[in-house]
Each structure stands twice: as C-alpha cells, then as structure tokens.
C-alpha cells in the first residue's frame, strides 16, 4: 500500500496555493466496473489494472471505482480534492493517440459503508451521491491533475464516523460528448513507475488556534 503521510510545505491544489500540514492520501484500491454488451448492466470487475477506463461507446460502457480509508478519529477537514492522473498523449482511448482527441463527458459520484467495503464490486454501480461533473468532451492537457472538490462528501464521510469513502466515474449516458473513453492511471500503475501518479485524496485541514 503507498503511503505520503504529512508534507510539511506549500502544495498547489488546482491553481491555488495552500499553506500548512497538508496529507496526501493514495487510494486502497481501484478498478473498472464493465458492461461488455452495452446493454445497460455492468457485468463484470476488472480488479488492479495498470489504467481505469470511463467510456460509453456502442460497443462497451465502462466505469472506473476508487477507494479510500478514512482513519479513527479523523476531523473534519478545511478543503479536499481527489487527484487523478490521464494517462497516454490525450488521456484517450483513440487510436492512434493524439493532443487533440478527447473522451465523454464525466459524472463523479460518492458512496459511503456498507457500497463503501475496500473491495471492487458491482454493487458499487448506481449508489452513493452525485458529486459533480468531472471532465467534459472537449480535449486536456494530460501534464496536468485532473482535480475535483470533495470536500463536503469527505467531511459527511468523517461526520458520519465511515472508515472509508468511495468514489465512481462514469460518463454522462444523457449527453457523452465521444465514443472514446478516458484512461486514468491507477494503483498499480504508480507502482510500477512512481508513487506520485496514485490516485489520491488531497487533505488540507484548517489551521489550529494558538494555545490559550
């Protein structure tokens, strides 16, 4: 399992620069849920790949889940991002590859215990809390993370006292925007290569007061 604990330093989450004691937080585990005939089931896990699709195309829908532990005691904290990693020149699944190709439009959900059991199942399709959009179908700049605010789903995760919290990616059924999908790196991946790429939750906890 990867570990970062605590950096001590300035951290730029999405543009913005932050200073403190900020956590960087690797997933547990990662995987795709698939639906092979796209006949609106998906009935089958693909568990540790070296990349995670998120596609609908007329041939197969996939959906990419990750989790998280969240250890006792955990406070509320002051801003959170989940940080992915595109991988490939466009972070598609076009062939050939190229700058300006670009997958669908992107729905990221939430999902809490008992979805939420550190394992990669088909039960994590269509529970949890529709979080946000995600990626839209238009092309990116795979240099950079693919950052999304969670953190009012992570602090009703900490509320509710849940020791892990999930998340789900799929595309936009009602207006995909491309056949292509997204390759996002994963656990395995950053494990071969480097730690950095792991998909993670980005944890800024607010500042404590002076001691009275």
Not at 16 to 35: H, M, N, Q, Y
Not at 111 to 123: E, F, R
Not at 138 to 158: G, M
Request: contains cysteine.
């Amino acid at each position: 399992m990867l570990r970062y604990g605590i950096l001590f330093s300035l951290l730029l989450f999405g543009g913005t620069l932050f200073s403190g004691a900020e956590e960087i937080r690797p997933a547990d585990i990662d995987g795709e849920l698939v639906d092979s005939d796209c006949d609106g089931i998906y009935e089958s896990v693909r568990l540790s790949p070296i990349q995670t699709l998120v596609q609908s195309s007329p041939k197969r829908r996939i959906a990419s889940v990750i989790e998280f532990s969240i250890p006792p005691g955990s406070r509320p904290a002051e801003k959170v991002f989940l940080r992915l990693w595109l991988n490939g020149t466009s972070g598609t699944t076009a062939v050939p590859e190229h700058a300006k190709a670009f997958g669908p439009n992107t729905l990221l959900f939430g999902y809490l215990p008992p979805d939420a059991d550190g394992k990669v199942t088909l039960s994590d399709d269509g529970c949890g809390t529709r979080i946000s959009s995600l990626l839209s179908a238009r092309p990116v700049s795979v240099k950079e993370p693919v950052l999304a605010d969670v953190t009012a789903f992570y602090n009703r995760a900490v509320r509710e006292k849940a020791p892990r919290i999930g998340f789900r990616i799929e595309a936009d059924e009602k207006q995909s925007g491309s056949k292509e999908g997204w390759r996002f790196r994963t656990l395995k991946f950053a494990r071969s290569y480097s730690g950095k790429w792991a998909p993670s939750l980005l944890i800024r906890m607010a500042e404590k007061g002076p001691e009275k």
